[in-house]
């Protein structure tokens, strides 16, 4: 079975550009997650969506948004990109209340 | 709030060592706790999962240990190996709450 696949994988934006990241979660899950990775720290939880609608909001400014399609796929937004937004993008997804599994990630530069 | 810490940051180990990894949190309202492996620029793959009524959780030469009353989990690793070379992760997980709160991971080369 596939597992979490996540699109692009590397990308290069300008500040104050938008980026659209892309999740698509192991068949049958219907929860994703989103977090943000700076190097050498440990994930930071950003958004979470269970069928279809957000389920929880990690401390991030409204310049960060989510979605997730009837497939349960999702979609990261982020706009007025800032060299702080420089990380590591994890998606995870899982069955409601058990183990969750993660993508490899989206690495994002802004210059 | 809750806060996860890993002791050590770092650790460079001969390989056939076992060794000890441990991960504490200050609030003992888990619902679970998993432990994941990280290799450099790439995603998290989890090693284990333990919930909060079970004490380990056992997968080949890996063991992770549970005491939530004392806000700590441990991850052994036996016979240690080169390949075993990368960072390990322990997030935890409150009730009703998909949202992991990770440590800051403790990075591990195995040399031969």
């Known amino acids: 079975d596939a597992g979490v696949t996540q699109s692009p994988t590397h990308l290069i934006k300008t500040r104050g550009q938008h980026v659209t990241l892309r999740c698509s979660p192991i068949?049958?899950?219907?929860?994703v997650s989103w977090y943000q990775q700076v190097l050498g720290q440990g994930p930071q939880f950003i958004f979470q969506?269970?069928?279809?609608?957000?389920?929880g909001r990690g401390n991030f400014p409204d310049r960060f948004s989510a979605r997730q399609f009837p497939n349960y796929s999702s979609e990261l937004n982020v706009n007025a990109l800032l060299l702080g937004d420089s990380a590591l993008y994890l998606c995870?997804?899982?069955?409601?209340?058990?183990?969750?599994?993660f993508g490899p990630g989206t690495r994002l530069t802004v210059t | 709030k809750q806060e996860v810490t890993q002791i050590p940051a770092a650790l460079s180990v001969p390989e056939g060592e076992n060794l000890v990894l441990n991960c504490s949190f200050t609030d003992s309202a888990i619902y679970n706790l998993q432990w994941f492996r990280q290799d450099p620029g790439k995603g998290l793959t989890s090693l284990l999962l333990?919930?909060?009524?079970?004490r380990e959780q056992t997968s080949g030469r890996l063991n992770a240990s549970l005491d939530k009353s004392s806000g700590r989990s441990t991850l052994y690793i036996a016979a240690s190996q080169p390949g075993d070379s990368a960072t390990y992760l322990c997030?935890?997980?409150?009730?009703?709450?998909?949202?992991?709160?990770f440590g800051t991971g403790t990075r591990l080369q195995v040399f031969p």
């Open positions: 333990i919930q909060s009524s079970q």
């Open positions: 997030a935890v997980r409150g009730y009703n709450t998909d949202k992991l709160i």
């Open positions: 995870a997804s899982s069955e409601e209340t058990y183990e969750q599994y």
């Open positions: 969506y269970y069928e279809k609608e957000e389920r």
């Open positions: 068949s049958g899950h219907k929860s």
